[in-house]
């Protein structure tokens, strides 16, 4: 175990490390302290949980401890890949840059440009900000990088995942290149190796731990259900939630639409739960987490843009209600618990359809989950067929009736409540005369003998119409007289009786 004392920071900052309550650095912060004190370019690969914002925090507090920023002009840059990650880093600034006139801002979607705008014109010293945000202020002219000496890129892996990589390009390219870059990632995909590769400066590579390695203080288990149907992994959730001793815990989904589901049917349930996820205001998503980081809030069901990053240091328990599709994010999402040497418990909830996905996370964990037998039957939920609707329950019930009753015979009449005995239709010789469509009087009869002439004409060649013929002076002919062609005709009203 290293003490801070002995990594070279300085009294005002190790005192300040002093108030928060620690005294013995994380592998991690022992590895890349010394070597960003002194200026190195740092690749740090570590897991979520281990201490990587004070990693970097403290040495930068040490390194701009003297000197001021100029207005417009920040001399340190982070970046991160959500609001409460940026918001995470803030704080700790806070804390650790304690005792210096060290400035700061936070540069964040979400909220109003003008109370960053006006930190900017005065001159900050650590700007800390999501790409998004800082390039909309930088086109606007706002903010210049070109007095960036550290630039720390923190959740790299992230930033890949949620597709910020271009953006980060170009932020690199804006900073003076003989910037200190520190480099965090809890894992190295290729374009991550290859974004280090082009803007980093021979770094040290430090590695606190397998990018892979779960905690050994996190407790794992596996719920299996018999069917995917929504309706019955609910009710596993809520079946582990109640077994479960849970001070506080965090329900990981896959989709945002999922997140919102879950959180309402646990509250109709009576469970004191809420959602969090990207579409959610600013002020809502602070409101929640802040609640749940006071402990008035139990059950946090996030996204994993959401929570990826979050500093809450007491959670007990983490519940896959999704198995994640990337075999990476198991490791973040269940290292929300057991973090700073405490027990925690993961549940995953695992469907027929999940497991190519949990095959994923076996085999990049190399650890098997214990089986938890839920003693609730779930097998037999299923979501209640969609009723037909429109044209589709016309030909629902011209095919088969109402379910379980056998069909009709096509001549049979169906006659509704209180209506009189049908009338036998008369046989097709005596057809009666239709109705035109418009333009007759219903009472006039057909001309039978002019449409059994009509019908022996030979057949008119398409496009061919007769030229009418009348007098001078005469008034037009009805166009409707005569014979009416077959798609005219209707059955002549019924003549009412006294």
Known sequence: MTEFSELGLSATTLKAVAETGYTTATPIQAAAIPYALHGMDVLGIAQT?????????????????????????????????????????????????????????????????GDQVAALDKGVDVLIATPGRLLDLFERGKVLLTGVQIMVVDEADRMLDMGFIPDIERIFKLTPPRRQTLFFSATMPPEITRLTQQFLRNPERVEASRPAETAETITQYIARISTSDPKAKRAALRALVERADVKNGIVFCNRKSEVDIVAKSLKRHGFDAAAIHGDLDQSVRTKTLAAFRSGELKLLVASDVAARGLDIPDVSHVFNYDVPHHADDYVHRIGRTGRAGRSGQAFMILTPADEKSYDKVLKL???????????????????????ARGKDAERSRGRSGSRGEPRPAKAEAISEPNEAAPVEAP????????????????????????????????PRARGVKDAPTRAKGQPPADPFEGSLPAFLMRPAPRAKSD
């Open 49 to 113: 949980g281990t201490g990587k914002t004070a990693a970097f925090t403290l040495p930068m507090v040490d390194r701009l401890a003297s000197g001021r920023a100029r207005a417009r002009m920040p001399r340190a840059l982070v970046l991160a890949p959500t609001r409460e990650l940026a918001d995470q880093v803030a704080s700790a600034f806070e804390k650790y840059a304690k005792g210096t006139r060290l400035s700061w801002a936070l540069l964040i979607g979400g909220v109003s440009m």
């Open 365 to 387: 964990t190399k650890k098997t989950p214990e089986e938890v037998d839920l003693s609730v039957d779930v097998s037999g939920i299923r979501s209640a067929p969609r009723p």
């Open 427 to 458: 046989p097709p010789a005596e057809k009666p005369a239709r109705r035109r469509r418009s333009g007759q009087n219903p009472t006039q009869p057909a001309a039978g003998a002019e449409a059994e002439e009509a019908s022996a004409r030979p």
